[in-house]
């Protein structure tokens, strides 16, 4: 389905907008804004300079209202674009931020909208109106009617007092077309209120303010959308009701996925982030979008006007019944809108619809999803009437939807004159790059140049020359091309190209360090400071040749760490990675298109057990070896040191290091009753405590420690108490005692 466009009231603001503009353009204030353009993808087109563009309405009025230049923005509108902010801005307390918020009603076909407004205190006036509020009464708070607006949408201005003025009112929810094209279908709805649930367009507002301090920089607005209950809302569309929400990360982006509670798709979320990501890979045109919302549109009860639709920068919705592995595929034409960053002239309108049908057909015929005959017949519908006698170049001639019919097949007989005259050096891609890079609206002449421009980048000139002029004779005349046969196809595209894919192994999800080398669950990963998170990713090439991958592994949006290498057709590689969290804390780590949290804890501090020693009697100044238990009882790594103390005195320490739930011994040797060691010299028997110490807790056990004794000494100055035979009687005895000693010796147990 061709990107959407605004309806008629937006054109009236519009036309007042471009006129205010003139109107004031001679001010000296800086200044930006967004306005509507129907032929811009998603209807939108930002423009800056050195002019200040003001909102529609009054424009001499605003020029003067509070002595400054009133500045202006239409939405919704791309983050990043002026007047605007992208989404490192948002916390900018030196910008208005406006917030819509969409809600059911007990209206059929009505969706409730109230438009928030914060504004920063350098802010001296603000006008807002309501392009999509319908005839319903508006509910203001700290807004008045601006009377003397000159539009026809709902203009309010703010009162100057009330900290966060609203407005709050009902917007249309239905939008119905009748388009039998080829990505037509029976019904007539665009978006729709279904009672249950809403598939609606984001509210649009017109903003102008006035502010103090232009030395201080620009006041900028940044906008919000968002759903009071249940739903989710993007930049351009919102979804009203109960839904899943599945998230992929691949080539460069993130893809959003929306499954309504009411929906029954016929791909699974899998095929469609595959088609995604396929066609991201295989389109190298230019930045990509961040993030790609879709909705699967419920088709129960609703009869919808169009298989898919595509709106804002990169926004769709595609009905709940489209498989996603078709030549005919839904889902990849409307991604390829959203890479189509070009604004076109009618001249140059068929290479959009032309284009994304006919990269919907290659795409599933490169990755397999459909065969050659699927291919061929997808584009065939291009040589049948009406359409085949249809100018592309002049869609005043088309009586059906040739855009979609004959533009494909033509722009798939462009993309192979290019790859033929330029060896694969250059294909349709290089055109649509280039076009993408165009600043103003592209022509059909625009479409030729380029043309004629990839053709040169491998072509001589006068083969560039006959490219080109073999695609003026496509789109200006009302002869077609011919479909082309397998060896035609395999002449130009070759083999099937190189289809590597990436899947994170979860089995190889493993933390690795002191404490543990083993596989662990993820969401979350959980790790304690100083461990390694290892991962495998298994690399595949299901394509006809040999083909490079790159990944990168990105702790909360840093690389980190990359691997890169080829890998032949058919064949499996595997890339390992590993990386180590020294700090506590929460992580995002991505890697081959997923996300892992990584919660990294300090270990858990070691619980001791029962301590023994080898022997429980030891002379004094023999060693023992003590023993303890230690275990971890929490559900993550333990970690720290246990003290062994004698007596109270800390004379040996051993680090311990355990996994969840695990049990362990520690031992240290540790001398007893060692003069000048712990515990002093001991001349009696005594009990010495050993312990043995942790973070939390500790155990003892104790051990006796034979003493020296007192020793009788003989003596010259007729000390009392010893006479000659006390005294040889004390000298063998203590003779008999030190030999015995010297023959024992210390013991190391």
Known sequence: MTRSDPGPAIWSVVAASIAAVLLVGALSVAGGAAVDDPTAPGGEVSTAGASPVVAAGDAADDAA????????????????????????????????????????????????????????????????????????????????????????????????????????????????????????????YRFVDAGEWSLVRTPRTSAGWSYTGEYQGQVRLIRENAVDGEGVASQ???????????????????????????????????????????????????????????????????????????????????????????????WTHEYVHTRQAYRAEPSGRWFTEGSATYYAALFA????????????????????????????????????????TKGALVAGAIDRRIRVATDGGASLATVLRELNAAEGRITNEDVLDAVESAAAEGADDETAADVRDEAERLTTTRETAETWDRTAHAEAFGETPAQVGYALDDEEIRATGEYRNRSVDRDPVELVAGE????????????????????????????????????????????????????????????????????????????????STDADRVTAGES????????????????GDVEFRVDGETVATAPVRLDADEEATVARNVTLGESGGAGGPIEDDREVTVTVAGPVDEASTTVTVEGEGPLDRATDDGVPGFGPAVAVTALLATGALLGRRGRGGRRDR
């Open 65 to 188: 209202l509070g002595g400054t230049a009133f500045h202006g923005s239409v939405g919704p509108i791309s983050p990043g674009a002026a007047g605007s902010a992208d989404r490192s801005q948002v916390d900018d307390e030196d910008a208005i931020r406006l917030r819509n918020e969409l809600s059911t009603t007990d209206e059929a076909g009505t969706v409730g909208v109230t438009t928030r407004v914060r504004l920063p205190d350098r802010v001296t006036a603000f006008r807002l109106r309501l392009l999509s509020a319908n005839d319903d009464a508006v509910e203001a708070d700290g807004f008045e009617p601006d009377d003397d607006a000159d539009s026809d949408a709902s203009a309010w201005e703010w009162d100057g007092e009330t900290e966060d003025p609203s407005l709050t009112y009902a917007m249309d929810a239905n939008d119905t077309v009748d388009d039998d094209g080829p990505l037509g279908a029976r019904g007539s």
């Open 236 to 330: 351009a569309m919102a979804f009203l009701g109960p839904y899943e929400e599945r998230v992929r990360e691949a080539a460069g982006q993130r893809y959003r996925l929306i499954v309504p509670e009411a929906a029954d798709m016929e791909a699974s979320p899998d095929e469609v982030f595959g088609a995604f990501e396929s066609s991201a890979t295989a389109l190298p045109v230019g930045a990509r979008d961040d993030e790609v919302f879709a909705v699967a549109a419920p088709t129960d009860g609703v009869t919808w006007g169009v298989r898919g639709l595509q709106t804002g920068d990169a926004d769709l919705w595609v009905r709940d019944t489209e498989p996603a592995g078709t030549a005919a595929d839904v």
């Open 365 to 404: 015929l490169d990755r397999g999803a459909a065969d050659f005959d699927d291919f061929e017949r997808t584009l065939a519908r291009g040589e049948r009437g009406p359409d085949a006698s249809a100018v592309l170049a002049d869609p005043g001639t088309w009586e059906g939807n040739a855009d979609y």
């Open 532 to 611: 390694a998170l290892e991962l495998s990713v298994l690399v595949t090439n299901t394509g006809g040749v040999a083909g490079e991958y790159d990944l990168a592994l990105t702790v909360d949006g840093e690389p980190v760490a990359n691997r890169t290498g080829s890998v032949d057709a058919g064949e499996e590689t595997t890339a390992r990675f590993e990386h180590a969290f020294a700090e506590p804390g929460e992580y995002e780590v991505r890697i081959a298109g997923e996300t892992l949290t990584v919660d990294v804890s300090e270990p858990a501090p070691p619980r001791v057990g029962n301590v």
């Open 624 to 639: 023992v070896r003590v023993t303890a238990a230690v275990a971890n009882d929490a559900n993550l790594p333990a970690g």
